[in-house]
T-cell receptor, first 116, second 114 residues
Framework: GAGVSQTPSNKVTEKGKYVELRCDPI?????LYWYRQSLGQGPEFLIY????????DSGLPNDRFFAVRPEGSVSTLKIQRTERGDSAVYLC??????????????FGPGTRLTVL | AQSVTQLDSQVPVFEEAPVELRCNYS??????LFWYVQYPNQGLQLLLK??????LVKGINGFEAEFNKSQTSFHLRKPSVHISDTAEYFC????????????FGQGTELSVKP
């Protein structure tokens, strides 16, 4: 079946602009995660959805970052007033069981965001 | 706070040689342990995970890892590597009863040379 997909694959924007990054999880997966991977680093947790609600948003760096999942499937990560330090690969993952620490997460290919 | 340390940022090795990628973690609560692999231009893929029971875990592509609670380590091993194993490898932990978010190490770049 289809895996996790993310669009766009690449996004170049200018400092101060607003961007939206989209994630389509595996069909039927309840849990959805966003991570950010800076160059030469491992992924860092941003936010986790259990169904439509954000169960843990402790990783969002500041209030310029926001994410939604209105119907419990597709999620959008929104970044306002982008800064050069936001440049990174944004990864989305989904898992079938919500809130289960043992469950396998399936990752998408990522969106590479470049802020000029 | 919890953390994961991968002790080697780069590991060069010749084809058919054995390899060990090291991972140590620090946590005040129980953890589950994972190894993910990221091939060039691809998403992260699960290699193996340790949840409980036998401390030796076997994964895909001939990889295995051993959980050592006293040393808080979860090293990844393969007895004979192939060129196709060239990739970035990430060790990660999830925390017991805390929603499943993963805490990753910095990654180890495995480069297999002919």
């Amino acid at each position: 079946g289809a895996g996790v997909s993310q669009t766009p694959s690449n996004k170049v924007t200018e400092k101060g602009k607003y961007v939206e990054l989209r994630c389509d999880p595996i069909s039927g997966h309840t849990a959805l995660y966003w991570y950010r991977q800076s160059l030469g680093q491992g992924p860092e947790f941003l936010i986790y959805f259990q169904g439509t609600g954000a169960a843990d948003d402790s990783g969002l760096p500041n209030d310029r970052f926001f994410a939604v999942r209105p119907e419990g499937s597709v999620s959008t990560l929104k970044i306002q007033r982008t800064e050069r330090g936001d440049s990174a690969v944004y990864l989305c993952a989904s898992s079938s069981l919500a809130g289960v620490s043992t469950d396998t997460q399936y990752f998408g290919p990522g969106t590479r965001l470049t802020v000029l | 706070a919890q953390s994961v340390t991968q002790l080697d940022s780069q590991v060069p090795v010749f084809e058919e040689a054995p390899v060990e990628l090291r991972c140590n973690y620090s946590s005040s609560v129980s953890v589950y342990l994972f190894w993910y692999v990221q091939y060039p231009n691809q998403g992260l893929q699960l290699l193996l995970k340790y949840l409980s029971g036998s401390t030796l875990v076997k994964g895909i592509n001939g990889f295995e890892a051993e959980f050592n609670k006293s040393q808080t380590s979860f090293h990844l091993r393969k007895p004979s590597v192939h060129i196709s194993d060239t990739a970035e490898y990430f060790c990660a932990v999830s925390l017991y009863n805390q929603g499943g978010k993963l805490i990753f190490g910095q990654g180890t770049e495995l480069s297999v040379k002919p």
